[in-house]
Nanobody, 125 residues
């Protein structure tokens, strides 16, 4: 059974940092892109960052460039999202996903091959 399990969310003050983790299990993800999305209340899923599991190429949304860093640990089968200089507008449920096609990431309602259940990040002003 394939599972993506997020952790590391919580409440943080503006300007603070959090590191999210996505533990992957149940299959080999060597051909996949691992993606972080976020969804604020009443809004659609928003792309945050992606990393190629095998090659290490990365993509970021303009809104998080320079503040967030996506990385991976093959030994732990885990993807991370280091979030620095957090702002109240970063408040959302952050979800980890896996896809064979990066094109799907930018769809209005992205269809990923696998989704995690998400972890809540709240940034207070």
């Amino acid at each position: 059974q394939v599972q993506l399990v997020e952790s590391g969310g919580g409440l943080v003050q503006a300007g603070g940092s959090l590191r999210l983790s996505c533990a992957a299990s149940g299959r080999t993800f060597s051909s996949y892109w691992m993606v972080w999305f976020r969804q604020a209340p009443g809004k659609e899923h928003e792309f945050v960052a992606a990393i190629s599991w095998s090659g290490g190429s990365t993509y970021y949304a303009d809104s998080v460039k320079g503040r967030f860093t996506i990385s991976k640990d093959h030994a732990k089968n885990t993807v991370y999202l280091q979030m620095n200089s957090l702002k109240p507008e970063d408040t959302a449920v952050y979800s980890c996903a896996a896809t064979l096609s990066m094109d799907r990431v930018f769809e209005s309602n992205p269809t990923m091959d696998y989704w995690g259940k998400g972890t809540l990040v709240t940034v207070s002003s």
